[in-house]
């Protein structure tokens, strides 16, 4: 399931709430939670069900021997052990298709290349279960005892398809005691429905163009076209992204988590290396500190540091999906942190800050070119077009229409990848409390019409007029 | 905006939390928990539409469990898209939908694009980690899109709106091995056929190629080149009938509609003038039809676009009866030698499906009797621009044949030597001709074999097999049963009897 939906929004949602405060009992809380959940992911993932309780039974014990022999090499070998499986299961069901047609390309063999889909979300409960291993085993968190408890934190669906990534060490106490007042309730709540509407009113749409101009014929596509194009894309992925988060952390808070912000306006950025501090928040933390830092980070020399930096960049490209042109992309990015780093940053500081903000949308609109094509030549051809080395138009009819046709929602598009919502709240701080409360009661007002305005569109998608007059 | 009573709250919370103000919460909470609900609910308890009059389809059904659907993923998907196709309010929500979409921004010169609502699918496999694989929401599109014709995904379903106009562009990118299949189609029948049947070919150019100033030319490709590659491709034997010219002339006419995207019926009539030059008749004058009307009609490019301008501004739907008596039969799906006696002219046809007064639709085959005695006997292979073009050629032939080269069933060539026709005409819009499903129905008439229909037989053991037809032949009785366009299933009428009792689904006005 996913939370965009019409099924989710008016039964799945309500119905979850009805039963979870339907008593005080936590167990009974931390049951209806888990059912839901289990629900949840079984409605995406029938048969995939069973990886995600198979999953969550192995880290369970891992973690309870881990802590029983911690500071013995037993607990590391239960780590090890851990990742063996963990990452065994995600290199079957997500790589291994690439990795043999990857070998059979090299090496000029014809081995089946096996077609596994991808269970939803393993890339991110995999990644919360090792966390969570390795925290045990460090002695930064106690080991869970109740299987239950273990499996809330494994499957709890707010975060399970699209991340945060949650660590354990995170949600820990609040899986123990929880307490939901009102006003988190309330916030929850508005923070969902801005998700919601980040998804289904910007997301949506912004894909439902995009096509038009990166799938379509590249030697037709005009400049002006194929720049519309990945910015389209870029908000797509974007608010799709962030919305997500916005709406797991809001979900959160109605049931008494507090996950951490996972996007932190990334497209202000003004270099690659600001980016990563503020896009994904929650990935770049995990490699940071479950990759680099123990590769010996930057505290070995330059060379080792440039591995360790080769070596994550590949790992989180990778991450992104098992295909090459996502390894491109991590790189893409790993080399212009290195650069950046190296002397880049230095010479952009002297500059206005115009251009540094204009060399970074440069870079990270390139960056989604190698993102979106898992065909390279198409990377290329897209790429030889937007900087005029095709020969093709500057401009056409269509895109100037499609354009103006779209304006006051692209222009909202990209005011909103702006920090609007943290300047309000500065100024809603500053006002007088008369003033706030006139405020506090527009916050319902606006999260109907959002809500009324996001299930018109969803109803729409399934809009579908029978074509048959196309013969 | 988001939750923005936080800093606020962490004052408040240490100076004077009695001031705290709940009842702002709390409303929050009752109006979005209780506008979900509230939906939820009547999505439980209201009556479940199984049409879509609007859409012109049905519905997505519940879908019945097993475990074998449960298992690959079919049954929940199916259950979304039953959901979301039964929402309550479904149609008012979805043209308030239309109407935000109209204000996202500005018309240049009234020139609108329509997004055909069609989403990529590459950029869901561009988000592998963020959207699950196969739950993207905007999959639930089962329409059927033109890309998977082998056309190679030129056909866009782009819309433009031009001055209250509903425009599909047309594209093929200078790839002309389409219009090359097509022509090589109809060369096959007169190859199969030899000399003694005449083969005329139409290719009918579209709305958009005569209604857009030269500066918006570039938003779709000229027709002229195409259908002068087809033609060129035709066996001399093959009579190109070249109806372009005088479309063009009449241009400030009206021979298209502008919320569908057929043409009318005064189009076909100055193909018909054209085609009687290429044939050796003499075309009758206009003035010698009795002229109807169907008004505020709003067509197929509307429903899709559900465009304000389109709203505003309704076609009507004029036909031309012809004087000549003659006696007209249908034949429906899967009773290809029953005759069933009809009318030329679908009277009721109102609103939405005004289109089809012409033949009351596309029915497999139709055949008129006429009270002329000069040994021509012609049959028409058509899709539907050509039911308004079928009633002029009554004047002139002592029986017309009018087959559907979707929905026919027999085999062409047979039928025509076993009924001594001795005329043949192509007649299709020019997407039709560069639409590679579209060739293949017209090839695959030749030599078909028909196949009973035999209705699967319920056993209990095994689940859900294909039935013993071929599945795309289903189209015609869905589309039908959506539009009341065809027949319902019922016994053989006396041949005398009028049509419309046939369509006693429809409601008469």
């Known amino acids: 399931m996913v939370f965009a939906n019409l099924f989710f929004l008016c039964l799945f949602f309500p119905l979850n709430l009805a039963f979870y405060y339907s008593s005080r009992s936590l167990t009974y809380r931390n049951a209806v939670l888990v059912a839901f959940s289990l629900f949840f992911y079984a409605w995406g993932e029938p048969v995939w069900i069973t990886l995600l309780l198979f999953s969550a039974a192995i880290d369970y014990f891992h973690g309870l021997y881990a802590e029983k022999y911690r500071g013995t090499p037993k607990a590391k070998r239960a780590v090890i052990s851990s990742l063996v499986l963990n990452l065994g299961l995600l290199g079957i069901f997500k790589y291994s298709g690439f990795l043999v047609s990857t070998i059979n390309s090299l090496l000029g063999l014809s081995l089946p290349v096996p077609g596994f889909s991808l269970p939803i979300g393993i890339s991110f409960y995999t990644f919360q279960t090792i966390s969570y291993v390795i925290d045990v085993y460090r002695g930064e968190v106690k080991a869970q005892r109740s299987f239950g408890k273990f499996l809330l934190f494994v499957s709890c669906y707010h975060q399970l398809v699209a991340g945060p990534i949650v660590r354990y060490s995170q949600v820990a106490a609040e899986i123990e005691d929880r307490k939901v007042t009102i006003h988190d309730f309330s916030d929850g709540l508005t923070r969902f429905c801005l998700g919601l509407s980040k998804k289904v009113i910007v997301a949506n749409y912004a894909g439902s163009l995009v096509g038009r101009f990166m799938d379509g014929d590249l030697s037709t596509l005009s400049v002006a076209g194929a720049w519309y194009g990945i910015i389209l894309f870029a908000l797509q992925i974007y608010f799709d992204f962030s919305g997500y988060s916005d709406m797991a952390i809001g979900l959160g808070r109605m049931f008494g988590f507090h996950y951490a912000e996972n996007f932190n306006y990334p497209y202000i950025s003004t270099s690659a290396t600001e980016f990563w501090r503020r896009w994904h928040m929650s990935l770049g933390g995990f490699f940071r500190d479950y990759l680099y830092i123990p590769l010996g980070g930057s505290r070995h020399g330059a060379a080792r540091t440039y591995i360790n930096t080769f070596i994550v960049w590949f790992a989180t490209g990778l991450w992104h999906g098992a295909s090459w042109n996502f390894v491109l992309w991590g790189l893409f990015y790993g080399f212009l942190i290195m650069i950046e780093k190296a002397f880049l940053l230095r010479a952009l500081d002297r500059l206005p800050a115009v251009f540094s903000h204009l060399y970074f949308l440069v870079v990270m609109l390139t960056g989604w070119v190698f993102f979106y094509f898992t065909d390279m030549s198409r990377v290329w051809a897209y790429l030889g077009v937007m900087f005029g080395l095709s020969g093709n138009p500057l401009g056409d009819v269509s895109t100037r229409l499609l354009f103006f046709n779209n304006i006051f929602w692209f222009l ?58 196309r013969f | 905006m988001a939750h923005f ?13 009695e001031d705290y103000p709940v009842l702002a919460s709390a409303l929050n909470i009752g109006l979005c928990v209780g506008l979900l609900g509230l939906f939820g609910v009547l999505s439980l308890v209201m009556p479940k539409p199984t049409v879509s009059e609007f859409e012109k389809r049905e519905l997505a059904k519940m879908p019945e469990f097993s475990a074998k659907s449960l298992f690959a993923g079919e049954y929940t998907r199916d259950v979304d898209l039953f959901y979301s196709d039964t929402f309550p309010f479904r149609e008012g929500l979805v043209s308030f939908a239309s109407t935000l979409d109209e204000m996202k921004g500005i018309r240049m010169d009234d020139l609108r694009i329509h997004s055909g609502g069609a989403s990529s699918s590459q950029s869901e496999e561009g988000l592998p980690d963020i959207l699950p694989p196969g739950e993207g929401d905007e999959s639930t599109s089962s329409a059927p899109s033109v890309a998977d014709d082998g056309a190679e995904g030129e056909w866009k379903g782009d819309m433009f709106i031009y001055k209250g106009q509903a425009l599909s562009a047309f594209g093929v990118g200078g790839n002309m091995s389409m219009a090359d299949s097509y022509a090589a189609t109809i060369n096959a029948y007169h190859a199969a056929l030899g000399d003694s049947v005449k083969i005329y070919n139409i290719v009918i150019p579209t709305h958009v190629e005569f209604a857009l100033p030269e500066r918006y030319q570039s938003i779709t490709q000229p027709q002229k080149p195409n259908i002068d590659y087809i033609y060129g491709k035709l066996d001399p034997a093959v009579t190109g009938v070249n109806i372009y010219d005088t479309l063009s002339q009449h241009r400030d006419e009206y021979l298209y509609f502008n919320t569908d995207h057929h043409w009318t019926a005064l189009g076909a009539y100055y193909a018909y003038v054209e085609f009687c030059k290429a044939a050796d008749l003499t075309p009758v004058p206009l003035s010698d039809f009795t002229v109807k009307t169907k008004p505020d009609f709003l067509g197929s490019l509307y429903s899709q676009s559900q465009d304000s301008q389109l709203r505003n501004n309704p076609d009507h739907v004029d036909y031309y009866l012809p004087s000549t008596p003659y006696q007209a039969y249908l034949y429906q799906r899967n009773q290809p030698f029953t005759p069933y006696a009809t009318s030329l002219f679908a009277e009721y046809a109102s609103g939405v499906n005004s289109y089809s007064v012409f033949l009351g639709g596309d029915l497999p085959l139709i055949r008129i009797d006429t009270g002329v005695k000069n040994g021509r006997k012609i049959l028409m292979v058509k899709e539907s621009f050509g039911n308004c073009f079928a009633p002029f050629l009554v004047n002139h032939y002592e029986q017309v044949y009018v087959v559907d080269q979707r929905y026919f069933q027999l085999g062409l060539v047979n039928f025509i030597q076993e009924n001594g026709i001795n005329e043949l005409l192509f007649i299709n819009n020019i997407f039709a001709a560069n639409t590679g499903i579209r060739i293949q129905e017209i090839r695959n008439l030749m030599y078909q074999q028909y196949v009973p229909y035999v209705p699967p037989v319920e056993e209990p053991s095994s689940s859900q097999e294909a039935p013993p037809e071929d599945e795309e032949a289903m189209p015609s009785s869905q589309e039908g049963g959506a539009n009341g366009e065809n027949p319902s299933q019922e016994e053989p009428l006396p041949e005398e009897e009028e049509d419309s009792v046939y369509y006693d689904d429809e409601e008469e006005e």
């Open chain 1, 412 to 469: 909202l598009a990209i005011a909103f990848c702006l920090p609007l919502v943290r300047w309000f709240k500065r100024y809603f701080s500053r006002l007088e409390s008369r003033k706030q409360d006139i405020l506090l009661y527009v916050q319902p007002v606006m999260n109907v019409i959002l809500l009324i305005v996001c299930i018109a569109q969803l109803a729409g998608q399934s809009y579908n007029p029978f074509l048959y007059f």
């Open chain 2, 5 to 17: 009573s936080h800093k606020r709250r962490a004052r408040r919370a240490q100076e004077e939390p």
